[in-house]
């Protein structure tokens, strides 16, 4: 969701993220493979995050907004930014779902860890 709303969802995970220990690295990283809206460091891993803002009764949920094609391109883009800032720490994607109530600001993060994972079977190798 673009605009204003998609933007307080992504604050609004950033701020999540924080609170539950995370150190925020990148927001909004842009590439020829397309953008990564969060990226942050959490124990052993570096975690690839997708916020998609949904306003309330959709018919589609984030984490299924993020289809075959979405994952490739935010897997290339990971394996770019890991070329440009080198780590020894293990990829993680993750998909956080902001619900926007009707006429209201962004509400509740419903946040899915390891939400799709780095594999040959999604037409990277």
Do not use: W
Request: charged residues 25%; contains cysteine.
């Amino acid at each position: 969701m673009a605009g204003l709303a998609g933007i307080q969802g992504e604050e609004l995970v950033a701020r999540y993220l924080q609170q539950k220990g995370y150190r925020l690295t990148a927001r909004n990283y842009r590439c020829r493979f397309g953008e990564i809206d969060i990226i942050a460091l959490c124990g052993q891993y570096i975690v690839f995050v997708e916020v998609k803002t949904r306003k309330a009764g959709a018919l589609v949920s984030g984490a299924e907004a993020v289809g075959p094609a979405k994952r490739r391109r935010i897997i290339s883009a990971a394996m770019l930014y890991l070329e440009e800032h080198p780590t020894r720490l293990q990829p993680r994607f993750d998909v956080a779902q902001v619900l926007l109530p009707e006429g209201g600001k962004p509400g509740g993060v419903h946040y899915l860890e390891n939400a799709f994972v780095l594999e040959e079977g999604n037409g990277i190798f």
